[in-house]
């Protein structure tokens, strides 16, 4: 993607900054640099993000005045340039199970080895559907942090705490999890799906 990414500016805030689900499928085309998928950004102090670090890990952070608020940063690595990988996380702050506030699924697997896993307090605001509040796909809002590679069908559920199964499913034959190409039925004020399929442009 080089220094290509997509941003907007989140609306009307609505309980999605305490409950969403963002899934994507991301084809790396680069590794050993931190590169950015998602960031929901203030300032540099303050974004909630998901992204990949320089060890090719994979990092879902809410970062409030500096400080950690609620972090999942995995021990495995993402190395594969050559395959897709679907990414769900979930945030669900108001969830009565602290281990359930933070979530992170690959290729319709719950991930749990992580080399942080910071539970966010309860009823924790994200920067995800805060007014004002700028979203961006593919770059953290600074500096570099570009993601290299391709990414595709960016779903952003607000204010709804889902299964992976709602963006991706087992096939029958080969066993592998595979993409549902139909986008979730109710996004939400500040949901989205990109399905970005088309390449003539």
């Not at 879902?60 to 950690?68: A, E, R």
């Not at 319709?108 to 995800?128: H, M, Y």
């Not at 990414?151 to 963006?167: G, N, R």
Request: aromatic residues 12%; hydrophobic residues 30%; glycine residues 10%.
């Amino acid at each position: 993607m080089a220094t290509t990414y997509i941003s907007r500016t989140f609306t009307a805030s609505a309980t999605g900054e305490e409950q969403w689900t963002l899934s994507m499928w991301v084809k790396r085309g680069g590794l050993s640099a931190t590169q950015y998928l998602f960031n929901a950004y203030s300032d540099t102090n303050n974004y909630t993000a998901l992204y990949f670090d320089s060890n090719d890990k994979l990092f879902f952070t809410n970062t409030v005045g500096g400080s950690d608020a609620g972090t999942l940063h995995t021990n495995r690595v993402f190395r594969d340039v050559g395959a897709w990988y679907s990414i769900v996380v979930v945030w669900d702050s108001n969830n009565g199970s602290a281990g359930d506030r933070m979530r992170m699924y690959i290729n319709g697997v719950e991930e749990t080895s992580f080399a942080t896993d910071t539970n966010p307090s309860s009823g924790q605001d994200s920067f995800v559907g805060d007014s004002g509040k700028t979203c961006l796909l593919g770059h953290k809002g600074e500096a570099s942090f570009y993601f290299n590679g391709e990414m595709s069908h960016v779903q952003l559920v607000d204010s709804a705490a889902l299964a992976p199964t709602e963006f991706g499913e087992v096939d029958s034959t080969s066993g592998i999890w595979k993409i549902k190409t139909s986008c979730y039925g109710t996004p939400g004020t500040n949901g989205f799906c990109l399905k970005m399929e088309d390449r003539t442009n």
